[in-house]
């Protein structure tokens, strides 16, 4: 190495040399964010701690998309979040194989209601964190009031769709659907597990309704 008065310099040169840091990845990881790229695996690990196979990867990924455009959609604003196709990841990745949850989607989102709910949010998961704006999506004080009447109406309207919810899966669960779906044939037992998935899909959009309103 040849050493100056820049340190820099030094610093520079001694980073190129360095050998590349090994990574792990598995053949169903998703693609990174190009946009939102700030994740953790703090909530969803909590969910899914190991490793997940290739098919609740890759259903993820799918349903993701199908349910994020659902949800942004009812917000004036939210066709200026992007949302891209599989295999990108949007809110949910999957990395080194682990699921993952992207801090920087939720912060571009919540943004189209209320830029300082956005740097609430990246601040729960890295406190002092800062390069928020980067993420934030521009549009006027008249969408963004258009915008948090929605998410008002769906905070109202939450806890009876919840109750509702509650009270079909418990009926379902102590009827012989279980049994019924253990005697299913692979292209029936296909078809339910889409059928699951899309009800699914419903659900998480509610939790995001409730997510929002604790932001």
Known sequence: MTLTRDNSHIETETKLRSPPVPSFQ????????PLYDIW????????LPDVVT???????????????????????????????????????GVFAGRLAVNVGFTAAAMSILDPRIAEAMLQ?????????????????????AANYEVATAQRRGAPGQLAADKLRLLAERSGRRASADAQ????????RWEALWEDNTDLLNRHYVVSVAAA
């Open 184 to 191: 299913l044939t692979t292209a029936q037992a296909w078809s």
């Open 124 to 144: 729960q998961f890295f406190t002092g964190a800062g390069g928020t704006e980067r993420f934030l999506v521009t549009t006027s004080d008249k969408v963004r």
């Open 54 to 92: 290739p098919l609740v990867a890759s259903t993820f990924n799918h349903y993701d998309e199908i349910s994020l455009r659902r949800f942004m959609r009812e917000f004036p604003g939210g066709h200026k979040v992007r949302i891209f196709k599989p295999p990108v990841a949007n809110f949910f």
């Open 26 to 33: 598995t053949g169903w990881d998703t693609q990174p964010n």
């Open 40 to 47: 953790t695996v703090t909530n969803a690990s909590e969910i």
